[in-house]
């Protein structure tokens, strides 16, 4: 017999749309519950996704709901300060979770998180898409082999055309009781994430100016990082920018120099050597649910994007922003 996992989505806004596809689309998974205060939000995810002739998932005001109507999973889509207790809540039921970005907004709680699901035997991953995309995988591959040499200085840049999104008054996004800052924490979780998992150099201090641009949380953000190794690392994350979106990451090392980012693709050149284009456009993405899936099937041990991915960008963004506070660098961690 086929083991078809249950599973709830917390939170039915813009991103949960996609995940709830992914578990529609497959043998092993059925979204049998669906939760957000907004009937509207739960109406519309309905309405756009769940296909005609199958049976749509019930519906609840709150994940204590949904856990005692009976879900093996859950997939939490929600404001990023919501995330540790909802977290919390469902591991203490027994249940499986696959998390939206950031992990946690303090590193404190991603922890937590983290001890909570090893003493209940639950899975916690990060819904960090990247750590599925080929390009991204593939750059990982090319610093562990030693390709590139040993990194010594990597620039990242993410850039946006989306201060409507903080401004006060407009979205969850612009109350910092809910998003736990703006920009940096926001897109950026992607960008610090990939710094880390690609390069896997340990952060040690970060410092950082940051301009919240009149509204209540950073809108700009220009950061220096120093790693344990003595590498060091540039940031910059800006949501007032021309271009709706623009993600660059250069890795340079000893022996060669790799770029990457949405637009470009992934290149690399070795020093006296040509541009190297490395990856054909078959290679295909593996989509959160479907390695969560995996994992909670026992078909793989490690999620592809594990939570302590998760605890690392927050013990990044919690120094970030108390250095530009202080106005001094921080230590991470
Ligand atoms: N991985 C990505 O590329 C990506 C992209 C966009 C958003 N996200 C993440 O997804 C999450 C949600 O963002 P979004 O853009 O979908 O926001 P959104 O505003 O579109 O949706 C959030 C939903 O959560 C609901 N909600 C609020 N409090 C809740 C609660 N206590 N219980 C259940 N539901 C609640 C709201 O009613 C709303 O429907 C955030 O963590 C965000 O960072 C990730």
């Given at each position: 017999?086929?083991?078809?996992?249950?599973?709830?989505?917390?939170?039915?806004?813009?991103?949960?749309?996609?995940?709830?596809?992914?578990?529609?689309?497959?043998?092993?998974?059925?979204?049998?519950?669906?939760?957000?205060?907004?009937?509207?939000?739960?109406?519309?995810?309905?309405?756009?996704?769940?296909?005609?002739?199958?049976?749509?998932?019930?519906?609840?005001?709150?994940?204590?709901?949904?856990?005692?109507?009976?879900?093996?999973?859950?997939?939490?889509?929600?404001?990023?300060?919501?995330?540790?207790?909802?977290?919390?809540?469902?591991?203490?039921?027994?249940?499986?979770?696959?998390?939206?970005?950031?992990?946690?907004?303090?590193?404190?709680?991603?922890?937590?998180?983290?001890?909570?699901?090893?003493?209940?035997?639950?899975?916690?991953?990060?819904?960090?898409?990247?750590?599925?995309?080929?390009?991204?995988?593939?750059?990982?591959?090319?610093?562990?082999?030693?390709?590139?040499?040993?990194?010594?200085?990597?620039?990242?840049?993410?850039?946006?055309?989306?201060?409507?999104?903080?401004?006060?008054?407009?979205?969850?996004?612009?109350?910092?009781?809910?998003?736990?800052?703006?920009?940096?924490?926001?897109?950026?979780?992607?960008?610090?994430?990939?710094?880390?998992?690609?390069?896997?150099?340990?952060?040690?201090?970060?410092?950082?100016?940051?301009?919240?641009?009149?509204?209540?949380?950073?809108?700009?953000?220009?950061?220096?990082?120093?790693?344990?190794?003595?590498?060091?690392?540039?940031?910059?994350?800006?949501?007032?920018?021309?271009?709706?979106?623009?993600?660059?990451?250069?890795?340079?090392?000893?022996?060669?120099?790799?770029?990457?980012?949405?637009?470009?693709?992934?290149?690399?050149?070795?020093?006296?050597?040509?541009?190297v284009v490395p990856l054909g456009s078959e290679v295909r993405d593996v989509r959160p649910v479907d390695d969560f899936v995996e994992v909670v099937l026992g078909r793989h041990t490690e999620p592809q994007a594990p939570a302590v991915c998760g605890l690392r960008v927050a013990q990044v963004t919690e120094a970030a922003y108390r250095s530009a506070a202080s106005g001094r660098p921080e230590a991470v961690g």
């Amino acid at each position: 017999m086929t083991t078809v996992i249950r599973f709830g989505i917390l939170g039915t806004g813009g991103m949960s749309h996609g995940h709830a596809r992914a578990i529609l689309e497959r043998e092993d998974a059925n979204l049998v519950a669906i939760a957000d205060p907004s009937d509207g939000a739960m109406e519309a995810l309905v309405a756009r996704v769940v296909p005609e002739g199958v049976a749509p998932p019930a519906r609840f005001h709150s994940l204590e709901a949904m856990i005692d109507f009976g879900i093996d999973a859950l997939v939490i889509v929600t404001p990023h300060t919501q995330h540790a207790g909802q977290i919390e809540a469902a591991l203490v039921a027994g249940v499986h979770v696959l998390c939206e970005k950031p992990l946690a907004t303090r590193a404190v709680d991603a922890r937590r998180s983290i001890d909570l699901a090893r003493e209940h035997g639950r899975v916690l991953a990060v819904a960090y898409q990247r750590h599925g995309q080929a390009q991204f995988r593939h750059a990982r591959e090319l610093v562990a082999s030693g390709t590139l040499g040993d990194i010594r200085l990597i620039s990242v840049l993410i850039a946006q055309d989306c201060l409507e999104n903080f401004i006060p008054g407009s979205t969850w996004r612009a109350d910092p009781a809910l998003s736990g800052g703006g920009h940096f924490i926001d897109t950026g979780s992607h960008i610090v994430d990939q710094m880390l998992w690609i390069s896997d150099l340990v952060p040690e201090r970060v410092y950082a100016e940051i301009d919240n641009f009149g509204t209540d949380v950073d809108v700009i953000t220009a950061a220096a990082i120093k790693f344990t190794n003595g590498a060091r690392a540039t940031f910059a994350a800006t949501s007032l920018s021309a271009e709706a979106w623009r993600e660059e990451l250069t890795f340079y090392g000893t022996l060669g120099t790799m770029r990457l980012g949405r637009e470009d693709g992934l290149s690399f050149q070795l020093k006296g050597g040509e541009r190297v284009v490395p990856l054909g456009s078959e290679v295909r993405d593996v989509r959160p649910v479907d390695d969560f899936v995996e994992v909670v099937l026992g078909r793989h041990t490690e999620p592809q994007a594990p939570a302590v991915c998760g605890l690392r960008v927050a013990q990044v963004t919690e120094a970030a922003y108390r250095s530009a506070a202080s106005g001094r660098p921080e230590a991470v961690g």
